[in-house]
């Protein structure tokens, strides 16, 4: 079996240094499980109506995060009023 | 036998007094049992009508109630067991759900079942000729919120018993993704209307707007719209007896029946025109004060007739001979 080359004294990591990729690793875990988050959260939430993924099960009965979303920027004020005429289309009602 | 049910729908307003803005062409097609129309630039007016004509014969096939190869018909007949759709069905399906949810019910799409009871089982064309018995009392709605969905295999789950009436949510979603379509290929400014129901984008050459007609009972009115999209709920349109009861096709949820509604008609401009169709149908249904108060709710304008003869305004909707 292959022994493992000794490190140079020179090129061993300092405590701190150690204790600073520790933190690094740690901020990466962390954001790993915020974007792991993020996208189960994309896939099941939100914007889902009513939801049955394999981990998450939601039906139409609960409410939504925003229930007024269909209407969300439906205000139109872009109307004014017409001198008459025949008009080029008709609202006629469905 | 039941008494025969007997059609008093109006005949079609949209009448040959209509212009059509100087250097655009108007286009006609039949789809979703409505005459559609489109307005674009005079040299493009074909490749526009025949873009929009595909997309709604795509939709059609897809989401008509009357048609028995359609996606929706399959989707009815399989209450009670997941289907999977296409994802044209569940963009629609999820948006009918965000509204009725929106709307606390009162657009509803699980109405399938009671519009077909009530007698609207075909296309209105052929309505008259049948013989239908008189409706009996119906449950309300809410069978919605029994909807299972599941977005990993995209299947659709009824609950059974129940069947989807998308109603005018479909065509108005139709139009929102043929305008969107038009302006992808650079073709604005148009405009698109199904049956009614219209959006448009850009304004015609030399003009800040476009001249709409709103057929108010005995008091027709022409605005001027800027942007964005308007549609008209009416009781009147759809009418038809059984029973000696006076039926129409907007059905409260909240009973099950027509809506006994003192509004005929509502009007309403929003940016899309699929809101603008949902919101026209709830406000209809809620009533003058309680439909008012929705609409300035979400910042609409609208156009409220009611049995009376009466007009009455909401938000920014013009007042006719004022500037």
């Known amino acids: ?24 690793m740690k901020t990466y875990a962390l954001a790993g499980a915020v974007a792991a988050f993020g996208i189960f959260w994309g896939l099941t ?3 889902a109506v009513n939801v049955s993924g394999k981990n998450s099960t939601r039906s139409a ?14 205000g139109n004020n872009g109307l004014g009023s017409s001198s008459g005429g025949g008009g080029f289309a008709s609202s006629s009602g469905s | 036998m039941g008494p025969a049910l007997v059609a008093a729908a109006l005949p079609h307003l949209a009448a040959p007094d209509l ?10 097609f039949r789809a979703m ?11 493009t007016l074909g490749q526009a009508t025949r873009l929009v004509e595909d997309l709604f014969a795509t939709w059609e096939d897809s989401l008509s109630r009357f048609t028995p190869e359609s996606e929706l018909s ?12 296409s994802r044209l069905f569940w963009f629609v399906m999820g948006r009918a759900l965000e509204a009725a949810r929106a709307t606390d019910g009162v657009y509803d799409p699980s109405m399938g079942t009671h519009i077909v009871e009530a007698g609207y089982d075909r296309t209105f064309d052929e309505v008259p000729t049948r013989q239908h018995h008189v ?7 809410g069978s919605w919120r029994k909807i299972h969905l599941d977005p990993v295999a995209r299947t659709v789950t009824l609950p059974v018993g129940m069947r989807l009436d998308f109603g005018g949510i479909a065509k108005g979603l139709a139009v929102d993704a043929a305008v969107e379509r038009l302006e992808n290929e650079g073709l604005a400014p148009i405009l698109v209307e199904a049956g009614g129901d219209l959006r448009v984008l850009g304004t015609p050459p030399g003009l800040d707007g476009w001249q709409i007609r709103v057929d108010v009972p005995d008091r027709p009115q022409v605005v001027t719209l800027h942007g964005g999209a308007m549609a008209t709920s009416s009781r009147l349109r759809r009418q038809w007896q059984a029973g000696g009861r006076a039926m129409h096709h907007i059905l409260d949820p909240r009973t099950g029946v027509p809506a006994a509604s003192p509004l005929v008609s509502v009007t309403v401009a929003a940016t899309l025109c699929a809101q603008a169709d949902v919101a026209a149908k709830v406000a209809l249904i809620l009533g003058r004060a ?22 009455h305004t909401v938000g920014t909707w013009p007042i006719q001979g004022s500037a």
């Open chain 1, 1 to 24: 079996m292959a022994r493992r080359k000794p490190v140079p004294i020179e090129h061993k990591p300092t405590r701190e240094q150690i204790r600073g990729r520790i933190e690094k």
């Open chain 1, 45 to 47: 939430g939100t914007n």
């Open chain 1, 61 to 74: 009965q609960q409410p939504a995060a925003n229930p007024s979303d269909f209407f969300k920027n439906s």
């Open chain 2, 19 to 28: 212009v059509t803005p100087v250097g655009m062409g108007r286009g006609h």
């Open chain 2, 33 to 43: 049992g409505t005459t559609m129309t489109v307005l674009s630039g005079a040299p």
């Open chain 2, 74 to 85: 399959y989707v009815n007949g399989q209450a009670g067991r997941p289907v999977q759709v």
């Open chain 2, 135 to 141: 409706p009996g009392a119906r449950s309300a709605g």
């Open chain 2, 290 to 311: 309680a439909g008012s108060d929705f609409l300035q709710t979400h910042g609409m304008s609208a156009l409220l007739a009611d049995e009376h003869g009466a007009v």
